[in-house]
């Protein structure tokens, strides 16, 4: 069974600060792994995605993820935060093998206060 | 011109009605979702059609019955409308071929049952 835990449900930081979201998940197989990016009364946005290849992936807005197998986690990282990245963010990941569907984690509220 | 439209973006009704939720998207993908989000946030896929057949089809009550006319096209029909019915449902649509494409989802359809 695949699973997404995200264990913070609102972490808070001041504008220009470094910004972490952390994600771990549990998936049999290979993962694949995204963040996606909910603003309010909006549908979720696609963020950044890692499939395989380089474990430190670029995304949209200046955001970023590194993957780590060992740990099993996908945490979401900018290295400067601004207030409109104020938002709900989920992480979510489906197995590589077979039509499996896409697991969301419960999201994480990011506030950056000015 | 809007990938993913829901329609209608708010439905309040009385228990015990029926009601259909519908979704069109424009972006040529083979494959679409209905997504419930509950009240803290939390999404669970529901259904998933893939050309007009059904692939994925979760643990849901089986009121909600999903149509799909065209691969364009994903409506969803709730028979005998409950209290704990009251979510936003989301639609979502990707391409089809490999499966590391990303989700793309519309703006939500508000469901409050009285």
């Known amino acids: 069974a695949q699973s997404v835990a995200q264990p913070e449900d609102q972490v808070n930081v001041a504008e220009g600060n470094p910004l972490t979201v952390k994600c771990t998940y549990s998936v049999s197989g290979n993962p694949y792994l995204f963040w996606y990016v909910q603003y309010p009364n909006r549908g979720l946005q696609f963020l950044l995605k890692y499939i395989t290849g380089d474990n430190l992936v670029k995304g949209s807005y200046g955001f970023e993820a590194e993957f780590n197998k060992s740990q099993t986690s996908f945490h979401l990282k900018k290295p400067s935060a601004l207030v409109s990245d104020s938002a709900l963010y989920f992480c979510a990941v489906r197995s590589n093998s077979g039509n499996t569907p896409l697991v969301f984690g419960k999201g994480t509220r990011l506030s950056v206060i000015a | 011109d809007t990938a993913v439209s829901q329609t209608p973006k708010y439905l309040v009704t009385q228990m015990g009605n029926d009601k259909s939720i519908k979704c069109e998207q424009n972006?040529?993908?083979?494959?679409m979702y209905w997504y419930k989000q509950d009240s803290k946030k939390f999404l669970k896929i529901m259904f998933s059609y893939n050309n007009k057949e059904l692939i994925i089809n979760e643990t849901v009550p089986n009121r909600f019955s999903p149509k799909s006319p065209d691969k364009a096209h994903l409506n969803l029909h709730i028979n005998s409308l409950e209290l704990g019915d009251s979510a936003v449902y989301f639609c979502?649509?990707?391409?089809?071929?490999?499966?590391?494409?990303?989700?793309?989802f519309g703006a939500g359809t508000r469901l409050s049952v009285l």
């Open positions: 972006l040529g993908h083979d494959t």
């Open positions: 979502a649509s990707r391409p089809g071929g490999a499966t590391k494409n990303i989700q793309y």
